[in-house]
């Protein structure tokens, strides 16, 4: 195994680090949140880099860099809808809501997007 | 020149409710698409899905831009194309139970 290779665990430690560092929550529902974590730790041990979960990613970080965990979206996401695209990171006051995220609208630009 | 997407190999889920013609896009490591999948299944719709991220990437983008000229929207996922007629971007329980005349 190499010595980049993620463990859920490590996704999870991440994921932990970035809410606890920003002042953010992280989706408290269980089952969605594993979910998210394999994501990324597949996205991980694929790209080299953990890329979203939720978006199509290119597997060319200078492309894929807006979209980078925790990406450009989250803060304007988490201000006009509670959650980040994906629901894995929330504002505490939504947490505090204890309500599922839902899908929102994609903020990435088009042409980004059809790279 | 056929299109990429009708020469993708899709995995088939079998379901008793098989009034519409449904065909999923999803990515492998998308929560919203895991949970559509399991909405599916559970309401024992037959379907079929495709994993986009664990396909060739050249294919990948051709399929994104045939779905993007088809519907004149771009795939967010997980996508459901109903009937070859809509596409719905994004699982929403009660969108999608409208959609495909669950009760």
């Given at each position: 195994?190499?010595?980049?290779?993620?463990?859920?665990?490590?996704?999870?430690?991440?994921?932990?680090?970035?809410?606890?560092?920003?002042?953010w929550a992280l989706v408290p529902d269980k089952d969605f949140l594993e979910d998210l974590l394999e994501g990324l730790k597949t996205n991980y041990n694929r790209y080299g880099?953990?890329?979203?979960p939720c978006r199509?990613?290119?597997?060319?970080?200078k492309k894929d860099e807006d979209?980078?965990?925790?990406?450009?979206y989250n803060l304007p996401d988490q201000n006009e809808y509670g959650h980040c695209f994906c629901g894995l990171f929330m504002s505490k006051e939504f947490a505090r809501k204890n309500k599922m995220p839902q899908p929102i609208p994609?903020?990435?630009?088009?042409e980004l997007q059809m790279q | 020149m056929g299109r990429m997407i009708d020469k993708l190999e899709f995995t088939q889920h079998e379901g008793s409710n098989q009034e519409h013609e449904l065909t999923l896009y999803a990515l492998s490591t998308c929560a919203f698409c895991k949970r559509a999948i399991k909405f599916l299944e559970e309401n024992d719709v037959a379907f079929r899905s495709i994993q986009?991220?664990?396909i060739n990437p050249m294919v990948k983008h051709t399929v994104k831009s045939e779905l993007k000229g088809q519907f004149q929207n771009l795939p967010v996922f997980p996508v459901l194309v109903i009937d070859n007629q809509e596409a719905i971007s994004g699982f929403t329980e009660e969108k999608w139970r409208e959609a495909i005349g669950l009760s």
């Open positions: 195994m190499s010595s980049t290779h993620k463990t859920l665990e490590d996704a999870r430690e991440f994921v932990t680090r970035v809410a606890e560092h920003q002042g880099y953990f890329l979203c199509d990613g290119t597997g060319d970080r979209i980078v965990c925790p990406c450009v994609e903020r990435r630009p088009e | 986009l991220d664990q």
